[in-house]
């Protein structure tokens, strides 16, 4: 399937889910099972940073940007619903708010050489193109800027709960990667699968010095009601949920 057939459907997809995960996947959370900025503390200081957020989503995670004094909110995000919803949330911050319609894959004119901060929630891994994803991000950034993002752990949806035998079952090829139909989307979208070496290797061929690699799993004491869920904590017990990576621009 071509690339532009991927995004179209995605993108379709989006229009009509999009209202399900408002604020679900923002910061300070980085995702399912994953520790939060507060315990991790990535970030640093962003008091002054402008910042950009790949696949802003509702913007959620660019309205605790503004809390911690981001100088410049940017976001950018290729389902119209979201960029709306987002405009709508950050409609009354002190600050500067830039939001763009685009998918990640295309540079729709964004500055180069400009923000201290890029990351993405959740978002990154929709890319059809990690590498050129990356070296926009790479071009966007000043040098000593960083990106940090975290994305469903390509291990994750591997592992499938067997109801009649009550167990996890590995039923999908981990170092077989490329565009799949996904199944937690009902098969209605496409998602490429990709190692978690894929992806640090692309952020190596940008340029990108890696900081940190992170699949920690943080599991509440109280298990998930049903195993078969797409994220509980009898599969987080296995695999990680979320990983997480912090990198700079030398
Ligand atoms: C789980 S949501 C992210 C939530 C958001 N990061 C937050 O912090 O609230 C994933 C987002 O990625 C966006 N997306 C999917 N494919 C994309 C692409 N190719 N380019 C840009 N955004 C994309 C979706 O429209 C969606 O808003």
Redesign the pocket.
Known sequence: MEATEI?KM??QR??VS?ER???????P?YGPFAFNEEQLKLFGSIKGNKVL??????????Q?MGREGAKELWG????T??IET?RNLLHDQQVEVTLIE?????NPGLPSNYFDIVY?????G???NLSL?FANIYSYLKPGGVLIFSWEHPLHDRLKYEEEQSTFIFNKSYVNEGPEYNEGWQNLAVIHHRKLSTYINALIEAGFMIEKVIDDVYLPEEPSENPSRWYSTQKANLVPATFIIKASKK
């Open positions: 995004l995605n993108k989006w229009e999009a995960f408002f604020g679900r996947t923002a910061l959370e957020d790949i696949g802003c989503g509702s913007g959620h995670s660019l605790y950018l995000d290729l389902c619903k979201q987002a685009s998918p990640m894959e295309e993405s929630i959740y978002a990154l929709w890319t059809t994803t």
